[in-house]
């Protein structure tokens, strides 16, 4: 303490206020670091936005790879449903096909059963000696000739008794007098009947 002090005359000073370019330069240096902060959040932001659109491209690469696989999937089960059709289809064709066989074998066994009980030779036997043949080469199988056709293929005239039944002959025939017959067309053609039957003709 001095003895300036102690003097009444003296007084204190007061405190100098900031000037405004003080006040503008903290007010600046203030904004450049808000202006700092506000990059750096920026930064911050587009990184983000950077990696979640890798991680949507990602995600979208996986979504058409999932797709694809789907789609080769469902062509796959297509395939294999047309595949397991076709087996049933085979396979019921084969049960229909050993049912027909197994028919086939017990109406054989059935039939060579009544042939060994109605009759002399068996089965057996019958296949070894019999030959089977065409039934029009038998000796049987001759053909019988018409009725109304002769040994030379003409025809005979029908009977009359047959004409006057058509419509309009007997009107003719009652107009004209004629007398119907009743005559059997064997009795009037008889000799024609004999030639056309050789059964009958070797009967008699």
């Known amino acids: 303490m001095?003895?300036?002090d102690l003097l009444?005359?003296?007084?204190?000073?007061?405190?100098r206020k900031h000037r405004a370019d003080d006040r503008i330069a903290e007010l600046e240096a203030q904004h450049a670091a808000e202006l700092a902060e506000l990059r750096a959040e920026n930064v911050k932001l587009w990184d983000r936005q950077a990696a979640a659109d890798d991680h949507f491209a990602l995600l979208a690469e996986d979504v058409t790879?999932?797709?694809?696989?789907?789609?080769?999937?469902?062509?796959?089960?297509?395939l294999a449903e047309?595949?397991?059709?076709?087996?049933?289809?085979?396979i019921r064709l084969r049960d229909r096909r050993i049912a027909d066989l197994e028919r086939r074998v017990d109406v054989g066994v059935k039939a060579?059963?009544?042939?060994?009980?109605?009759?002399?030779?068996?089965?057996?036997e019958i296949r070894r000696h019999c030959t089977p043949r065409p039934l029009w080469e038998?000796?049987?199988a001759k053909p019988r000739p018409h009725p109304r056709l002769g040994t030379a293929g003409r025809r005979h005239p029908a009977p009359p008794g047959r004409l006057d039944r058509r419509p309009g002959r007997m009107a003719k025939a009652g107009r004209?007098?004629?007398?119907?017959?009743?005559s059997?067309?064997?009795?009037?053609?008889?000799?024609?009947?004999?030639?056309?039957n050789p059964l009958r003709a070797a009967a008699a």
């Open 138 to 140: 038998s000796p049987l």
């Open 176 to 182: 004209g007098g004629a007398q119907h017959h009743t």
């Open 65 to 78: 790879v999932t797709n694809e696989a789907w789609e080769q999937e469902q062509q796959r089960r297509l």
């Open 2 to 4: 001095s003895l300036t």
């Open 8 to 15: 009444p005359g003296r007084r204190e000073k007061p405190r």
């Open 184 to 196: 059997t067309p064997g009795a009037r053609h008889g000799h024609d009947h004999e030639e056309a």
């Open 112 to 124: 060579e059963h009544v042939i060994a009980k109605t009759q002399e030779l068996s089965a057996e």
């Open 82 to 90: 047309k595949a397991l059709q076709q087996a049933e289809d085979v």
